[in-house]
């Protein structure tokens, strides 16, 4: 199957609205890098996709389209807060459903 690296990238720079720019800045390499991962013309090294998927909180199946899941860093909080945004969550995807 394709990858989904591409579209993957483009769509957490945009969820958190950060230009190419921005992107490249955050992780050493130059605009044209960003731009054509997002362009499907060449793939970053395995190196620069551990970066990526560190700098967007993501895993790197997630990345490569290979993993539907998502997931949030907790960690540092206590039980208390990870149930309220265990609460937060479940509320959002059950009004998404309606």
Same mark, same amino acid.
Request: no cysteine; glycine share 4%; aromatic share 6%.
């Given at each position: ?25 955050? &992780?050493?390499?130059? /605009? ?6 997002? %362009? ?5 090294? $395995?190196?620069? @996709? =551990? ?14 389209? &290979?993993?539907?899941? /998502? ?6 909080? %206590? ?5 309220? $945004?265990?609460? @937060? =969550? ?9």
């Amino acid at each position: 199957g394709k990858l989904m690296l591409n579209v993957r990238i483009r769509e957490l720079r945009s969820a958190r609205n950060i230009t190419q720019v921005e992107l490249a800045r955050s &992780l050493s390499v130059s /605009k044209q890098s960003i731009s054509n991962w997002e %362009n499907d013309n060449i793939l970053p090294s $395995i190196e620069m @996709l =551990v970066k990526i998927a560190d700098f967007f909180s993501v895993s790197t199946d997630y990345l490569l389209g &290979l993993d539907d899941k /998502k997931y949030l860093l907790i960690s540092g909080l %206590n039980e208390e807060q990870i149930a309220h $945004i265990q609460q @937060l =969550v479940d509320d959002i995807a059950e009004n998404n459903q309606k």
